[in-house]
Structure formats: C-alpha cells, structure tokens
C-alpha cells in the first residue's frame, strides 16, 4: 500500500464531456505530483504542488487542464472539453518534504474519450 | 535537458538472471528510480539510488551506475514469472529548488519471464 488513492478508477467520457479526477496521498505528503501515461509510454510530468502551492506546470497542461489542491491534503485535476487526445492513465505520487524521498504512486485513473 | 532511455524488451527464464538497462543525460545531483508497472496499475517502487553511489543490493535487485557513462542497471536474481511486467527507469534532479523533483521516465522494458 503506497498511501496514495485515486477515484475513478476508469472514466469512460464522450468527446467534449468534463471529467474530474481526485487523488488522496497520505497527510505526509506535503508534495504531490500528477503525471499523464499514454499506451506504450513512460509518465510525463504535468504538475506539482507543495502542500496547498502550485510551484510547477508543464506545457502538456493546456488551459483546459486545472489542478487544484485547496487544504494541502487532497488534490483534484479537471479536464474541460475533453478530446480524443486526453485518453491516457493520470498517475498521482505523493512525496514527503525531503529530496532524498521517493515518490509513491496510485493506482491511476484511466481515461478512455469516445 | 532531461533524457532518459530504455530497451524495450526483455526476455529470460524463470530462475535465470535479468538485467535491465538505462541511460539518461543530466549529470547534475540527482536520484535515479527504478519502478514496476503491472498490467492496469499504477507504479510500485522496487529500489533508488542517489548519484553519489555505485552499486546498491536490497535482496534480489541490485543497482548498478556508472556515472561516467551515465548508465543504470536494474538486475534481478533468480527472476520469477511473477516478475513480468513492466520496468521503468526514472530520473530526478534537485537544483537549487527549482526543479522541485519531478520524474523523468524511460519508456519502459517489458520483460517477461518464461517457465
């Protein structure tokens, strides 16, 4: 058990549709990362927050993409007006303060857009 | 910028050894990850190794660097058909408090292990 939850599990959408995912770390992890998987691929990194503090965003999130993570415990990401494209496992890790700790990942939440 | 690669198949026979590979391309002070990925799961951490160390054993995983040629090794003795899945390489670089520790990932070995 990693500590880190994610709900849905899968969330099958029409093209078009919101969907918004939720990942619940253990309250150790002041540091919390989503990443996007597609089929084939290793993770590529999207966001960070440090506790309630969105430090970093990659330029994979689009301004459809928003994260939130209001009370530095769990954390949400929303994707508006989905598209083919956004069909990819969202990964959450959660990660105590220290840099020599490792990230510990959820089970992830997979997207499939019809 | 941050590159990190990976073959992407392996195969051997159950109790035989396997060894995975993986170069990446940022010499700076960083952490080097080996993660396993089961079919529809998400990633569970098998060992790490920070870039100040050569060679790292915990049970059947040894980890192996070589930082002049920026390689990391990932061997697993007496490998199991449950040890199929897939391996994926990972990188962290902590500069400054810029880069805030985020993974860089290979593309994954897929390794499977025949009775």
């Not at chain 2, 040629?69 to 990932?74: A, E, G, R, W």
Request: glycine share 8%; charged share 20%.
């Amino acid at each position: 058990d990693t500590g880190v939850s994610q709900d849905p599990r899968h969330k099958i959408t029409k093209r078009g549709q919101n969907v918004t995912f939720r990942c619940d770390p253990i309250s150790e992890h002041n540091r919390l990362y989503w990443y996007r998987q597609t089929l084939g691929q290793g993770p590529e990194f999207l966001t960070y927050f440090q506790n309630e503090a969105q430090l970093e965003k990659s330029r994979l999130l689009s301004d459809r993409f928003s994260a939130e993570r209001p009370k530095g415990s769990f954390s949400t990401l929303e994707i508006q007006r989905t598209e083919q494209g956004d069909s990819a496992m969202y990964l959450c890790a959660g990660m105590r303060g220290r840099s020599n700790q490792p990230q510990h990942f959820g089970d992830g939440t997979r997207l499939s857009i019809l | 910028g941050e590159d990190v690669e990976q073959s992407l198949f392996l195969s051997v026979r159950e109790g035989d050894s396997s060894v995975i590979n993986c170069t990446y391309t940022d010499s700076s002070s960083t952490y080097l990850y080996w993660y396993k990925q089961e079919p529809g799961a998400g990633l569970q951490l098998l060992t790490y190794i920070f870039s100040n160390m050569d060679m790292k054993q915990d049970q059947r995983l040894t980890v192996l660097l070589n930082k002049k040629d920026k390689h990391l090794s990932l061997r697993i003795a007496d490998t199991q058909t449950g040890d199929s899945a897939i391996y994926f390489c990972a990188e962290s670089i902590y500069a400054g408090g810029t880069s805030y520790g985020k993974l860089t990932f290979g593309q994954g070995t897929i390794l499977t292990v025949h009775p």
